[in-house]
């Protein structure tokens, strides 16, 4: 990330804008249950939560602060920042292991939400998982004076 947007800074004419999408996870929560994605299964109308899934967030963080620190030398300027929830909809766990695998850095999932989210979908066959990941969207706009 530090390298992207350094060089993304670098090519941008004044007034040129990045747009900066990516998963959020705030250093300020760190890796508190209700700074990771949220796993609940649907069933029958019911949304029970069922597990979160942590992760390694230094990534993260050093991207947050690539970014702070550009806006704050004044390279970049935010014209627009908003934090939302994606949602993905995943119909089994096999499907569930597959893209925790290959999108979520394998993220790991305790021991105790595991039996969880397991004992849900043996009983409900038909559950739908869902996992809610915190995203943020900022566009940055290269500034106008020369460095």
């Known amino acids: 990330m530090g390298h992207a947007l350094y060089e993304a800074s670098r090519v941008l004419k004044p007034g040129g804008c990045v747009v900066d ?4 996870f705030p250093a300020s929560l760190g890796n508190r249950r209700r700074a990771r ?17 942590a992760r390694d967030y230094v990534d993260f963080h050093f991207a947050d602060r690539v970014v702070a620190e550009a806006v704050k030398d004044g390279s970049l300027v935010v ?24 999108w979520w850095d394998k993220a790991r999932i305790p ?29 940055l706009t290269r500034s106008n004076s020369t460095y």
Not at 115 to 137: G, K, N, W
Request: hydrophobic residues 40%; aromatic residues 10%.
């Open 21 to 24: 999408i990516r998963p959020y």
């Open 37 to 53: 994605q949220q796993v609940y299964c649907l069933v029958e109308g019911e949304t029970t939560l069922a597990a979160t899934l």
């Open 79 to 102: 014209d627009f920042h908003t934090d939302f929830v994606f949602r993905y909809y995943i119909e089994s766990l096999e499907l569930f292991d597959v893209c925790r695998a290959m």
């Open 111 to 139: 021991v105790a939400d595991r039996r969880r989210l397991e004992r849900i979908m043996r009983r409900h066959p038909a559950a739908t998982i869902r996992v809610d990941t915190p995203v943020q969207l900022r566009v």
